[in-house]
């Protein structure tokens, strides 16, 4: 990215969420953009692992699904109350709509789109992810998911065959564009402003 330096002149307005199916790049995306902005970012399964002290696949063996939604419930909130940041949300956090409203009302939601395949030849180990079982209920999930993403999405963007930096560049621009991503300098009234 042409400004990837830390130079501390962009601010978000409000958090953006990222949702999408596992292996949609949500945690990556945040993150690369979240470098080129100087801005936090944060992973609302690795903010959760932080603050149980378990693993998702533990939490799910021990708590069943039902225990990790209401975890997840419980962190997004939080995060979603602190100082806005980029926030990547676990990809079955659209389920509920108590998680949907807390991304709509209080921040700017970013719909990252995956096929099953992709997402499949992106994530080297499902063994991690609870519910990436194989391609078939992958493509299940998919589907049954795919109506409460776009009902969620402020905006909607294809990640398949494009690379993370692409993405990234893509979602300032339009983050810019809708004035959630804001450049500081660009506010700030310039020194020499009215001078001949
Ligand atoms: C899940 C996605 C995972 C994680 C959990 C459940 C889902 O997050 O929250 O395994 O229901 O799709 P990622 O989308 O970050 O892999």
């Known amino acids: 990215m042409a400004d990837s330096q830390h130079t501390g002149a962009w601010r978000l307005a409000r958090p953006v969420f990222f ?89 700017f939601v970013v719909y990252l789109e995956v096929t099953a395949d992709e997402a499949a030849a992106r994530i080297p180990d499902t063994g991690s992810r609870p519910l990436f079982k194989d391609l078939d209920t992958a493509r299940g999930i998919i589907a049954q998911r795919t109506p409460l993403y776009e009902a969620a999405a402020d905006v909607r963007i294809s990640t398949v065959g494009r690379s993370i930096g692409d993405i990234a560049e893509g979602i300032k621009r339009v983050l810019t564009d809708r004035g959630i991503l804001l450049n ?13």
Do not use: H, W
């Open 19 to 107: 949702v999408g199916f596992m292996g949609a790049g949500k945690t990556s995306v945040a993150r690369c953009l979240a470098d080129a902005c100087g801005l936090d970012s944060v992973d609302v399964d690795e903010y959760l692992e932080r603050n149980e002290g378990r693993i998702i696949s533990d939490i799910f063996a021990q708590d069943g699904e039902a225990g990790f939604r209401d975890l997840e419930t419980r962190y997004l909130k939080e995060l979603a109350q602190l100082q806005p940041r980029l926030i990547a949300c676990g990809g079955g956090a659209v389920g509920r709509p108590e998680n949907r409203a807390i991304m709509e009302e209080s921040g």
């Open 184 to 196: 500081e300098r660009s506010e700030a009234p310039q020194a020499d402003e009215g001078r001949a």
